[in-house]
């Protein structure tokens, strides 16, 4: 879903939310602050608080859970522990592969390879991080590193089958792991569909998706929207998608989610990337966006 700035996006995100079950909104204002030592609680009590955090928040309303989602880590990895004691109790022992993984131990798998110049380490009730031979607390982690172990968890940490949506998922992050971290992640949790509200047009038109949304406006809880063609350029609605943008335009030959067009963004850094396939596309966009 994209479009520019007071077009509704947020809300819209917040009515499918509503409409479906389950779901997770994670909101765009997001409170980054955490403590290095986290609490114990049960897993019911603690998946519990955290599933009633989301319930009749403003979708204005900053979110602010990251220490409950950390809870929730420990909590489930706790929970993971008891039974297989449980089970060695009965069997007399249990294999390694048996041992399924917990959410925590995932979580950490998909930081180091999104972070691979930082260690995460969440063991003791305590959040660390590892730089070479540094170790430090979770709290002075960088405010991308930060979001990027609350969003790791947040998704590891939804339902099976849950509708995620994500309110502006390129905050905080560099534009050179947004669409890595994205990627792995919709990989990781291929049994729930992801649904991306942004503003960022670079990563609007680099993911490959099944549908593409552009939000006009929002009045009187009425949408004005308009499904574009994900896989074709249509120079009108292209023009449409690029008013939320005051970068300019570059119109390049390559398709969405390929390499030249991770090369083509990372080199050209002040300009909204637009892949077009062919070079007759590029000359077609470029025709129809100078005639609007």
């Avoid at 602010?64 to 060695?88: C, G, P, T």
């Avoid at 569909?193 to 929002?218: E, M």
Wanted: glycine share 6%; aromatic share 8%; net charge negative.
């Amino acid at each position: 879903i994209v479009g520019a700035n007071g077009s509704g996006k947020t809300r819209l995100g917040s009515k499918l939310e509503q409409l479906n079950n389950p779901s997770k909104r994670i909101s765009a204002q997001r409170y980054l602050q955490l403590n290095e030592v986290v609490q114990r609680q049960d897993f019911e009590t603690a998946n519990t608080q955290l599933n009633n955090s989301y319930k009749n928040q403003n979708p204005t309303q900053p979110q602010n859970d990251y220490q409950q989602v950390l809870v929730s880590l420990f909590a489930e990895e706790s929970r993971r522990n008891e039974k297989a004691i449980s089970d060695i109790n009965t069997k007399g022992e249990v294999k390694k592969e048996e041992l399924p993984k917990s959410v925590k131990e995932a979580v950490i798998d998909v930081w180091n390879f999104i972070f691979p110049y930082r260690t995460l380490k969440l063991e003791k009730d305590r959040v660390r991080a590892v730089n070479e031979a540094n170790e430090f607390s979770g709290v002075e982690m960088s405010d991308g590193e930060k979001v990027g172990l609350y969003l790791i968890s947040q998704i590891f940490l939804a339902d099976k089958n849950c509708i995620l949506i994500i309110d502006e998922p390129e905050l905080h992050l560099h534009k050179s792991l947004m669409v890595r971290l994205w990627n792995k992640l919709e990989e990781c949790r291929n049994d729930c569909t992801f649904i991306y509200i942004t503003h960022d047009l670079d990563f609007a038109v680099s993911k490959p998706s099944n549908k593409l949304v552009w939000v006009k406006g929002y009045k009187n809880d009425v949408w004005d929207w308009k499904e574009i063609d994900p896989n074709g350029i249509i120079p009108e609605s292209l023009f449409l998608e690029v008013l939320g943008s005051r970068k300019p335009i570059l119109f390049v030959e390559g398709d969405k989610g390929s390499l030249d067009i991770q090369i083509y963004q990372a080199y050209y850094e002040n300009f909204t990337v637009v892949p077009c396939g062919s070079c007759e596309k590029v000359i077609e966009a470029v025709k129809g966006l100078k005639t609007h």
